[in-house]
Protein backbone atom coordinates (compact mmCIF):
# COMPACT_ATOMS: atom_id res chain seq x y z
CA UNK A 1 0.00 0.00 0.00
CA UNK A 2 1.51 3.11 -1.09
CA UNK A 3 0.16 6.62 0.60
CA UNK A 4 0.31 9.70 -1.21
CA UNK A 5 -0.66 13.11 -0.28
CA UNK A 6 -1.49 16.18 -3.02
CA UNK A 7 0.26 19.67 -2.62
CA UNK A 8 -0.50 22.58 -4.31
CA UNK A 9 3.26 23.67 -5.88
CA UNK A 10 2.64 27.11 -5.53
CA UNK A 11 3.83 28.13 -8.57
CA UNK A 12 0.50 27.58 -10.43
CA UNK A 13 -3.10 26.26 -9.79
CA UNK A 14 -2.08 22.54 -11.29
CA UNK A 15 -0.97 19.55 -8.50
CA UNK A 16 1.57 17.65 -7.99
CA UNK A 17 1.51 14.24 -6.47
CA UNK A 18 4.44 13.79 -3.89
CA UNK A 19 5.56 10.00 -2.38
CA UNK A 20 5.03 10.29 1.67
CA UNK A 21 6.14 7.05 2.07
CA UNK A 22 9.31 5.22 0.64
CA UNK A 23 10.23 1.42 0.20
CA UNK A 24 11.52 -0.59 3.40
CA UNK A 25 12.82 -3.22 1.21
CA UNK A 26 15.07 -0.79 -0.80
CA UNK A 27 16.34 0.93 2.33
CA UNK A 28 20.31 0.58 2.70
CA UNK A 29 19.46 1.52 6.85
CA UNK A 30 20.00 -1.65 8.90
CA UNK A 31 16.78 -3.27 10.86
CA UNK A 32 16.80 -2.49 14.16
CA UNK A 33 16.98 -5.60 15.53
CA UNK A 34 20.32 -6.34 13.52
CA UNK A 35 21.65 -2.96 14.97
CA UNK A 36 21.09 -3.39 18.95
CA UNK A 37 21.72 -6.39 20.92
CA UNK A 38 20.80 -5.07 23.85
CA UNK A 39 16.83 -5.64 24.14
CA UNK A 40 15.99 -2.50 26.38
CA UNK A 41 17.65 -0.65 23.99
CA UNK A 42 16.01 -2.07 20.86
CA UNK A 43 12.90 -1.94 22.69
CA UNK A 44 13.81 2.03 23.38
CA UNK A 45 14.32 2.27 19.40
CA UNK A 46 11.17 0.70 18.53
CA UNK A 47 9.09 3.02 20.83
CA UNK A 48 10.31 6.18 19.79
CA UNK A 49 10.39 5.37 16.21
CA UNK A 50 6.86 4.38 16.87
CA UNK A 51 6.10 7.75 18.04
CA UNK A 52 7.71 9.30 15.68
CA UNK A 53 5.36 7.92 12.72
CA UNK A 54 2.54 9.27 14.64
CA UNK A 55 4.05 12.90 15.04
CA UNK A 56 5.11 12.56 11.57
CA UNK A 57 1.59 11.20 10.28
CA UNK A 58 -0.33 14.22 12.45
CA UNK A 59 2.44 16.75 11.49
CA UNK A 60 1.74 15.95 7.64
CA UNK A 61 -2.42 15.82 8.20
CA UNK A 62 -1.97 19.25 9.52
CA UNK A 63 0.10 20.64 6.95
CA UNK A 64 -1.98 19.44 4.22
CA UNK A 65 -5.04 21.33 5.98
CA UNK A 66 -3.49 24.02 6.83
CA UNK A 67 -2.58 24.51 3.06
CA UNK A 68 -6.05 23.43 1.97
CA UNK A 69 -7.30 26.66 4.25
CA UNK A 70 -4.46 28.73 2.79
CA UNK A 71 -5.94 27.98 -1.07
CA UNK A 72 -9.32 28.89 0.26
CA UNK A 73 -8.78 31.91 2.01
CA UNK A 74 -7.04 32.96 -1.15
CA UNK A 75 -9.62 32.64 -3.18
CA UNK A 76 -11.85 34.22 -0.76
CA UNK A 77 -9.35 37.05 -0.47
CA UNK A 78 -9.08 37.47 -4.54
CA UNK A 79 -12.93 37.25 -4.99
CA UNK A 80 -13.60 40.12 -2.93
CA UNK A 81 -10.22 42.41 -3.64
CA UNK A 82 -8.50 42.26 -0.04
CA UNK A 83 -4.91 41.79 0.66
CA UNK A 84 -5.85 40.01 3.59
CA UNK A 85 -8.36 40.35 6.87
CA UNK A 86 -8.65 38.99 10.34
CA UNK A 87 -10.93 37.94 13.14
CA UNK A 88 -9.95 37.81 16.53
CA UNK A 89 -6.66 37.17 17.43
CA UNK A 90 -6.11 35.22 13.61
CA UNK A 91 -5.23 37.03 10.64
CA UNK A 92 -4.87 35.71 6.87
CA UNK A 93 -2.24 37.90 4.85
CA UNK A 94 -2.02 37.71 1.11
CA UNK A 95 1.53 39.22 0.04
CA UNK A 96 1.43 38.06 -3.41
CA UNK A 97 3.71 35.72 -5.56
CA UNK A 98 7.40 36.20 -3.99
CA UNK A 99 10.77 35.48 -5.76
CA UNK A 100 14.16 35.07 -4.18
CA UNK A 101 17.01 36.40 -5.96
CA UNK A 102 19.45 33.71 -6.56
CA UNK A 103 23.56 33.85 -8.30
CA UNK A 104 23.27 32.97 -11.94
CA UNK A 105 27.00 31.25 -11.82
CA UNK A 106 27.25 31.61 -15.62
CA UNK A 107 26.18 35.29 -16.23
CA UNK A 108 28.71 36.05 -13.31
CA UNK A 109 31.64 34.41 -15.05
CA UNK A 110 30.57 36.01 -18.65
CA UNK A 111 30.92 39.42 -16.63
CA UNK A 112 34.16 38.75 -14.95
CA UNK A 113 35.59 37.13 -18.18
CA UNK A 114 34.10 40.68 -19.91
CA UNK A 115 36.12 43.10 -17.78
CA UNK A 116 39.35 40.57 -17.10
CA UNK A 117 38.98 38.84 -13.71
CA UNK A 118 40.03 35.34 -13.92
CA UNK A 119 37.38 32.46 -13.20
CA UNK A 120 39.43 31.84 -10.18
CA UNK A 121 37.92 34.85 -8.42
CA UNK A 122 34.64 33.09 -8.43
CA UNK A 123 35.37 30.06 -7.02
CA UNK A 124 37.66 31.96 -4.52
CA UNK A 125 33.77 33.60 -3.49
CA UNK A 126 32.44 30.67 -2.64
CA UNK A 127 32.65 29.61 1.38
CA UNK A 128 30.93 27.04 2.82
CA UNK A 129 28.80 27.33 5.09
CA UNK A 130 27.94 26.50 8.84
CA UNK A 131 27.98 22.68 9.03
CA UNK A 132 24.47 20.71 10.98
CA UNK A 133 23.72 17.41 11.53
CA UNK A 134 21.32 16.29 9.28
CA UNK A 135 18.76 13.99 10.35
CA UNK A 136 15.36 12.77 9.66
CA UNK A 137 12.86 10.31 10.72
CA UNK A 138 11.58 8.63 7.75
CA UNK A 139 8.75 6.41 7.18
CA UNK A 140 8.73 3.55 5.23
CA UNK A 141 5.14 2.13 3.33
CA UNK A 142 4.25 -1.28 3.94
CA UNK A 143 4.81 -3.59 1.60
Request: proline share 1%; aromatic share 8%.
Given at each position: ???????????????????????ASRSALPAAS??????????????LLKEAVKLKT?KSEADDRLEE???????????????????????????????????????????????????????????????????????????
Open positions: MNETETTNNGASASTETKQRLKSAAFEDSDELKQVAKVIETELTAIAMIHDLKGFRHGLAGFEDRGWQARNTLNKQKLVAAIAEYGAPASVIDACYEKGASYHDTRIVIFDLE
